[in-house]
């Protein structure tokens, strides 16, 4: 059985395959609609989500399977002092496949270690979040038709922020990708990703400003600061607002230079550049469904004729 924790847990040719497999439900949605009849998924959910949820949600309906569920720790027995472990074992009696977020890193692998249904990580504090970067590497490919070549910026709560760390994690095994990691001195990636790029030789700078690079991008990744993460209230309200894409900037950037955000946004991306048709922020969130349709399918070992 196969979970889904990290973004390296798929090789490159898995990843290919399945990237293959949403587009091909992306144009062809119909084909998949009974694919899961009959199988359940668990959306075991200990943070707030919209989209990771709702996508799962929607990819598993789509797909003809059902859902059940929780969407806060509050309304399952977690509040009782349940372990991550026990609630594990008494769903995998009651679903096929779940979904897991949870604000502890980690909490998925220790469910994944106990589980009898493959066990998808939905989010792990600031960890890793790969079902995220399965929907931005989607987006990326049907953006450029390729995963190589490209200089991609990441912007903003690089510390915290769990979807750039599992992206990073998989762009690096691309051929001739460089990053430009534009974020506050506070909030720079941790020194274990700057080591991981340096071992893999990857090109890659640090730098404060967007204005400054903004012409060398073909991807921009722009991120929230993580308020739930800080310690002190002082210093996000410092933060929040270092970084606010609008107009003004976009036009510094290439005709091509696509914009991306896990979303949800805050103040980083000005609502004036939704229409700029560079922005492809609420694309992305559409892959996402499809993508998780592909993964539900291969995590159960499903496939249309
Ligand atoms: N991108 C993302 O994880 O969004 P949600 O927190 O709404 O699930």
Do not use: W
């Amino acid at each position: 059985m196969k979970h889904l924790l990290s973004p390296q847990d798929l090789s490159i040719e898995e990843l290919s395959n399945l990237l293959a497999l949403a587009h091909d439900i992306s144009i062809n949605p119909t084909k998949y609609h009974h694919v899961c009849n009959g199988k359940k998924l668990a959306t075991l959910f200990y943070e707030p989500s919209t989209r990771t949820r709702l996508s799962f949600e929607s990819a598993m309906i789509n797909l003809g399977g059902s859902v059940l569920g929780f969407s806060s720790a509050d309304s399952s027995s977690a509040a009782k002092g349940e372990s991550v472990s026990d609630t594990i074992r008494v769903i995998s009696c009651y679903a096929d496949i779940c979904a897991m977020r949870h604000p502890k890193e980690g909490a998925p692998m220790v469910a994944a270690s106990k589980s009898r249904i493959p066990v998808i990580n939905a989010g792990d504090g600031g960890h890793q979040h790969p079902t995220q970067t399965l929907t931005d590497l989607m987006t990326i490919h049907e953006l450029r038709g390729s995963l190589e070549n490209f200089t991609i910026g990441l912007c903003g709560d690089l510390k915290f922020g769990r979807t750039v760390h599992s992206l990073i994690h998989s762009l690096i095994r691309y051929n001739n990708i460089k990053f430009i990691l534009i974020s506050p001195k506070e909030l720079r990636v941790p020194d274990y990703m700057i080591e991981t790029l340096k071992d893999n030789n990857i090109s890659y700078k640090e730098v404060e400003k967007l204005e400054d690079v903004m012409t060398e991008l073909d991807i921009l990744y722009m991120t929230r600061v993580q308020r739930e993460r800080f310690f002190n209230e002082d210093d996000y309200l410092r933060m929040k607002d270092f970084y606010i894409l609008d107009k003004a900037k976009m036009e510094l950037a290439k005709p091509d230079m696509y914009v991306l955000h896990p979303l949800p946004r805050v103040n980083e991306i000005s609502v004036e550049v939704d229409n700029d048709p560079r922005a492809a922020y609420f694309k992305q969130a559409q892959y996402g469904v499809y993508v998780r349709m592909a993964l539900i399918m291969i995590l159960l070992g499903l496939s249309v004729d």
